[in-house]
């Protein structure tokens, strides 16, 4: 079983729509948790943080952790074509690692 | 705008010969982090440190060093480079509290070995 978990995508979404990114992770001491984004050819770049359950907001950016389910989740709202990436959820272990998934592409469609 | 250095950012050389490629950063993180990633593939922990002297390996198993002698500075050699280490090489580092943290990522390195 790998360490970090996405769903596979590619994504597609309208322009305007939520998209849903899910990840769920093995080590349940794990205590940080992370949804980056990427674009080609680009260095991973930090959307935001999560470390308690619940959820977290930033813009129109939220994220889901549920510690008891080992599961994270990114929802975007109003999705752009300038959203259009890869996204890339990632742990920090127990030890210390920052462990990534191996992220899912999103396409928003004007 | 996160203040990590990575050079050279594009590398090619021959099979046989032994590469270092530096990663410096001018924040005073403690932990810092270098990654390989394959075009479109996923990223994968090759060494981490926690600190100067404190190096630990990651999970993908890889023929490279590191060295943590100063703060700043976390070099990544590999003693006779492959073609099969023709890959990215991203450089982290990592700051902030329990409850906010932070990974600031370098420019990457694009190493080619003929």
């Known amino acids: 079983q790998k360490e970090v978990e996405q769903n596979s995508g590619p994504l597609s979404v309208p322009e305007g729509a939520i998209a849903s990114l899910n990840c769920t992770y093995s080590?349940?001491?794990?205590?940080?948790f992370f949804w980056y984004r990427q674009y080609s050819g680009k260095s991973p770049e930090l959307i935001m943080s999560?470390?308690?359950?619940g959820d977290k907001e930033d813009g129109r950016f939220t994220a889901q952790l549920n510690k008891a389910s080992q599961y994270v989740s990114l929802l975007i709202r109003d999705s752009q074509p300038s959203d259009s990436a890869t996204y890339l959820c990632?742990?920090?272990?127990?030890?210390?690692?920052?462990?990534f998934g191996p992220g899912t592409s999103l396409s928003v469609i004007p | 705008e996160a203040d990590i250095y990575q050079t050279p950012r594009y590398l090619v050389i021959g099979t046989g010969k032994k590469i270092t490629l530096e990663c410096s950063q001018t924040?005073?993180?403690?932990?810092m982090y270098w990654y390989q990633q394959d075009p479109g593939m996923e990223l994968h922990l090759i060494h981490y440190?926690?600190?100067?002297?404190?190096?630990e390996k990651g999970d993908l198993s890889s023929e490279s060093t590191v060295s943590r002698i100063r703060t700043e500075h976390f070099p990544l050699t590999l003693e006779s480079a492959r073609p099969s280490h023709t890959s990215q090489y991203l450089c982290?580092?990592?700051?902030?509290?329990?409850?906010?943290?932070?990974?600031?990522f370098g420019p990457g390195t694009r190493l080619l070995v003929l």
């Open positions: 924040m005073g993180h403690d932990k």
């Open positions: 982290a580092s990592f700051s902030g509290t329990e409850t906010e943290e932070t990974q600031y």
């Open positions: 990632a742990v920090k272990t127990s030890y210390d690692k920052v462990i």
């Open positions: 999560i470390y308690s359950n």
């Open positions: 080590d349940r001491g794990s205590q940080s």
């Open positions: 440190s926690y600190g100067v002297n404190s190096t």
